[in-house]
């Protein structure tokens, strides 16, 4: 482990302690405790929400595979919502281009991460990045992969969160990154973090959705409490008020049991960078063409959305220390 990552994961460790301390009633400095247990779930707008998953599931968009028209369409209008919601670019623009060549393909396929940022409040030189992927794996055989929960529903989520902390101003930089060549083995992703934007040293933590809009049973997982204990009690306090069924695990083992390196955090897990990933378990339309905006659940979508956006908020005002 690098001092970087020593430094980085002590002081999220102490910083988490002392606001889950506050949670649990013990005394503290309640200006920088987390949101307490009975507190309410941020109130996203629930219609906007459905709307954009449907928007970015639709036939329209042809599976938003990576190098594509349509995918570029989709890549588009994502800008466009992060100019509407009000977000600021990062560094020269709301786009981060790259470009890698494909297993068993002899030219480059281009493809692009979308960026947008808030401006931390109180100690904006901490970030926390808040991601999903946006692109799925486009047309074969003449049968649309609409992806509608993988990964519309991340997508469309981060949106949400993006315009709920925009009237609610984080006290730490937010950067919403939607990924580009998740799909593609985490390339969007691996991209950021060899290119970052921001020094890796500011980013305190990655949460991460990928599939958060059905599960037959209202569970929402969350991985990362394994390899970064540090975030345990926070996800723990939040566990009595979560909208859903909120199960930890799946960051354990080896095998595809464990999911630590099976989407984008991957990528900040390879850097020690802690991450909180959130989604559900595998199900019978996953990564096939039947995964229609029409097989959404949206009152858990709605549900498991506010769940993940309050951890967000908890995330942010764990935090005390001055920016490393």
């Excluded at 190098?67 to 709301?94: D, H, M, Q, Y």
């Excluded at 973090?193 to 959705?209: D, F, R």
């Excluded at 083992?253 to 020690?272: I, K, P």
Aim: glycine letters at 8%; proline letters at 7%.
């Amino acid at each position: 482990m690098t001092n970087t990552a020593i430094r980085r994961t002590g002081a999220l460790a102490t910083l988490l302690l002392a606001a889950c301390a506050g949670a649990a009633g013990v005394a503290t400095d309640t200006s920088s405790a987390g949101p307490a247990p009975s507190a309410p779930l941020p109130a996203l707008d629930s219609a906007r929400l459905i709307a954009d998953l449907y928007r970015l599931a639709d036939d329209s968009m042809a599976g938003r595979a990576t190098g594509t028209p349509e995918n570029a369409k989709a890549r588009a209008w994502l800008v466009s919502e992060f100019r509407r919601i009000g977000l600021a670019p990062v560094g020269s623009g709301f786009e981060q281009p790259f470009a890698f060549v494909r297993r068993g393909a002899s030219d480059s396929t281009r493809g692009a991460n979308v960026l947008g940022q808030l401006r931390g409040s109180r100690v904006p030189g901490r970030v926390l990045v808040v991601s999903a992927h946006f692109d799925h794996v486009g047309t074969r055989n003449g049968e649309i992969y609409n992806g509608a929960d993988d990964n519309a529903s991340g997508t469309a989520a981060v949106l949400a969160m993006a315009a709920w902390f925009k009237a609610h101003p984080p006290e730490h930089t937010i950067i919403f990154a939607l990924w580009d060549a998740e799909e593609m083995g985490l390339v969007g992703a691996r991209h950021f973090v060899a290119n970052p934007p921001v020094p890796l040293a500011s980013i305190a933590a990655n949460v991460n959705l990928d599939m958060v809009s059905r599960n037959d049973r209202g569970e929402l997982y969350a991985a990362g409490a394994t390899p970064y204990p540090q975030l345990r009690p926070l996800l723990e306090a939040l566990r009595p008020r979560a909208a859903v069924t909120l199960m930890l695990g799946h960051d354990s083992g080896t095998g595809s049991e464990n999911w630590t390196n099976q989407s984008d955090q991957g990528a900040f897990h390879a850097v020690q960078i802690p991450f909180v990933y959130f989604g559900v378990e595998d199900h019978p339309d996953y990564h096939r063409p039947t995964d229609d905006p029409s097989r959404i659940q949206p009152g858990f979508y709605y549900r498991a959305a506010r769940t993940v956006a309050a951890f967000v908020e908890s995330l942010d005002r764990a935090f005390s220390a001055p920016a490393p």
